[in-house]
């Protein structure tokens, strides 16, 4: 079974940014699409972007769109989660997960799986 792991999380101040990223072992037909998600105590797992690591296609959910950036390294096999001008409400622990499929907005839902262990985010002063 595919496994992922995700790195990077760190504490960062207001307005800063981070580079998360999910080391994959292998791209695979039936994870060939990677997402993440990320998840408070006592609130649902929620999606914010996806790509597809065959043609690099993405989608991003409308409340960082403007904010994150995904990216894939084939050669690597990571894909990566590039974060700016974040915000308090961003802490959260931040999934990478894969399925089969093309990125849509089906992204935003954690129908996803394997799963990384995950990586936590704190964003404070």
């Known amino acids: 079974q595919v496994q992922l792991v995700e790195s990077g999380g760190d504490l960062v101040q207001p307005g800063g940014s981070l580079r998360l990223s999910c080391a994959v072992s292998e791209f695979t037909s039936e994870s060939n699409l990677i997402g993440w998600f990320r998840q408070v105590p006592g609130k649902e797992r929620e999606g914010l972007s996806c790509?597809?690591?065959?043609?690099?296609?993405?989608y991003y959910a409308d409340s960082v769109k403007d904010r994150f950036v995904i990216s894939r390294d084939n050669n690597k096999k990571t894909v990566d989660l590039t974060m700016s001008n974040l915000k308090p409400e961003d802490s959260a622990v931040y999934f990478c997960?894969?399925?089969?499929?093309?990125?849509?907005?089906?992204?935003?839902?954690?129908?996803?799986?394997?799963w990384g262990q995950g990586t936590r985010v704190t964003v404070r002063s």
């Open positions: 997960a894969a399925r089969r499929g093309r990125p849509g907005w089906w992204c935003q839902h954690p129908n996803f799986s394997p």
């Open positions: 790509i597809s690591v065959s043609d690099g296609d993405t």
